[in-house]
């Protein structure tokens, strides 16, 4: 099991950049794929990104072009680089290894 740790969310205004990080607190290399996922008020939970230890990756198409999800191995950290932020996408962030889960972490871009 991992301790999964997000941080980097925050308040944007639109068009505006976050770096999102998840640390765990084991080695990633054992996981295949880690993703995150993210959820708005009154929403469901949503897949945002995914990536395997080979490096695939897959969107959601509505952050396609907008959003780069890493990984970085040697420091057991999944990063999520999201530019140009609209308004619809804040949500709280989470990250998951698919069987754990982070706390989450606050995104808001303001119009």
């Known amino acids: 099991q991992a301790q999964l740790v997000e941080s980097g969310g925050g308040y944007v205004q639109t068009g505006g950049s976050l770096r999102l990080s998840c640390a765990a607190s084991?080695?990633?290399?054992?996981?295949?794929?880690m993703g995150w996922y993210r959820q708005a008020p009154g929403k469901r939970r949503e897949l945002v990104a995914r990536?395997?230890?080979?490096?695939?990756?897959v969107y959601a198409d509505s952050v396609k072009g907008r959003f780069t999800i890493s990984r970085d191995n040697a420091n057991n950290t999944v990063n999520l680089q999201m530019n140009s932020l609209k308004p619809e996408d804040t949500a709280v962030y989470y990250c998951?290894?698919?069987?754990?889960w982070g706390q989450g972490t606050q995104v808001t871009v303001s119009s």
């Open positions: 998951t290894d698919f069987d754990d």
């Open positions: 084991r080695s990633i290399l054992s996981i295949n794929t």
């Open positions: 990536i395997t230890r080979a490096g695939w990756t």
